[in-house]
């Protein structure tokens, strides 16, 4: 299994300008989410996904949209990207098997994003 | 590198010494927490967990206590090596049980002295 695999690695944007990170999954895990890290701040969650055409907002969601139309891929949209949205962007997925039931995450390479 | 480690609190351990990681919670209802190692340029890696009716778990190396009561939780490192050298997170479950969302701490950076 390949894991939890996230594109791009790098990427640098202007002001406005708009973009998708992509982050999929082979280990057919339900829960999937996005995290922002940035120095001395540990992990924010953006939002997250319960499963396929759930999602919903976590800490800090504004200026970010997501869509969970497979099981495998869980996209993070940039509509129009700002300075304060520089930082390094994590998914993690997790395999949730009932209502009593905690797993733990596995998080992606992350991605690098700079907006200028 | 990453510059994920910039103004935390730093441990700083002699090679073959154990390392003991603190870290306070927040939320009284968690019941679910989980202790993760990231290294430089790398996504969290997952280390130990534990579940809030247990007070002690062990893994290889590792050990997490939790004391509920001043919402407390440590992961000690026995024997720490030059690879322990890591920014390490503790994170609380704040969702319910099934729907696994984490809240982090800000991390502690440990490194190894050879």
């Known amino acids: 299994n390949a894991g939890v695999t996230q594109t791009p690695k790098f990427q640098v944007l202007k002001t406005g300008q708009s973009m998708t990170l992509q982050c999929a999954q082979d280990?057919?895990?339900?829960?999937m989410s996005w995290y922002r890290q940035d120095p001395g701040m540990g992990l924010r969650l953006i939002h997250y996904?319960?499963?396929?055409?759930?999602?919903d907002q976590g800490e800090v969601p504004n200026g970010y949209n997501v869509s969970r139309s497979t099981t495998e891929d869980f996209p993070l949209r940039l509509l129009s990207a700002a300075p304060s949205q520089t930082s390094v962007y994590f998914c993690a997925s997790s395999y949730s098997i009932g209502a009593h039931s905690y797993n733990e995450q596995f998080f992606g390479p992350g991605t690098r994003l700079t907006v200028l | 590198g990453e510059s994920v480690g910039l103004h935390l609190p730093t441990l700083s351990v002699q090679e073959g010494d154990n390392s003991i990681i603190n870290c306070a919670y927040s939320n009284s209802a968690s019941d679910y927490f989980i202790w993760y190692k990231q290294e430089s340029g790398k996504g969290p890696q997952f280390i130990i967990d534990?579940?809030?009716?247990?007070d002690k778990r062990q893994g290889q190396r590792v050990t997490v206590l939790l004391n509920k009561t001043v919402k407390h939780l440590s992961l000690q490192i026995a024997a720490t090596q030059p690879g322990d050298s890591a920014v390490y997170f503790c994170?609380?479950?704040?969702?319910?049980?099934?729907?696994?969302?984490?809240?982090f701490g800000k991390g502690n950076q440990v490194v190894v002295i050879p």
């Open positions: 994170a609380e479950n704040k969702g319910r049980a099934g729907n696994n969302r984490l809240a």
């Open positions: 534990i579940r809030s009716n247990m």
């Open positions: 280990m057919n895990h339900e829960y």
């Open positions: 996904s319960v499963g396929a055409g759930i999602t």
